[in-house]
């Protein structure tokens, strides 16, 4: 069973909040993103029971085939920064991709319409986390929901 628009952005919604709680430090500290996607990833879990969630997963169908985008210059493969999903099958929920404050984040928008498109996510977020000693003054950050219409909604 699928679930719907409203339930996958309160999930996310939920998860994130929490990584701005409980991981203020990473946050402080400048952390690197993966350290950050790990802990929104741990919090996704809690929110998504009967869904696995990974992250930079590479697999599709029983680890037979490559579950990546080409990138748009051509010369490697994209994966997702964290997926909601589940293994082996087309049940694919979410695709999570996100930066650190003060990244360009154009591409990681155009990266989520292609997995939504070619591997068939119902939806994405992009999140931008908050880092560095103020913290405080970019909170929470930002973040956007593109929901199966393909329109993006800011969540923060």
């Known amino acids: 069973m699928t679930m719907d628009a409203e339930q996958v952005?309160?999930?996310?919604?939920?998860?994130?909040?929490?990584?701005?709680?409980q991981d203020r430090d990473l946050?402080?500290?400048?952390?690197?993103?993966?350290?950050?996607?790990?802990?929104l990833a741990v919090?996704?879990?809690?929110?998504?029971?009967?869904?696995?969630v990974d992250c930079e997963y590479n697999r599709d169908r029983g680890g037979s085939a490559r579950k990546v985008?080409?990138?748009?210059?051509?010369?490697?493969?994209?994966?997702?920064?964290?997926?909601?999903?589940?293994r082996g099958g087309d049940d694919n929920v979410l695709?999570?991709?996100?930066k650190?404050?003060?990244?360009?984040?154009?591409?990681?928008?155009a990266r989520l319409e292609g997995f939504r498109r070619?591997?068939?996510y119902l939806y994405g977020a992009f999140v931008e986390f908050p880092v560095g000693p103020s913290v405080d003054d970019r909170m929470p950050g930002k973040v956007r929901f593109l929901g199966e219409?393909?329109?993006?909604?800011?969540?923060?």
Request: no cysteine.
């Open 9 to 21: 952005r309160e999930g996310f919604r939920n998860a994130y909040l929490t990584v701005l709680q």
């Open 27 to 39: 946050l402080l500290w400048d952390s690197s993103e993966r350290s950050l996607t790990h802990r």
């Open 43 to 52: 919090y996704l879990e809690r929110e998504f029971p009967g869904y696995h």
């Open 69 to 86: 985008l080409s990138d748009a210059q051509g010369t490697g493969r994209v994966f997702p920064d964290i997926v909601v999903h589940r």
């Open 95 to 98: 695709v999570v991709e996100a």
């Open 100 to 109: 650190k404050w003060g990244r360009d984040g154009d591409n990681d928008i």
């Open 118 to 120: 070619d591997l068939g």
């Open 149 to 156: 219409n393909g329109q993006l909604e800011d969540l923060f």
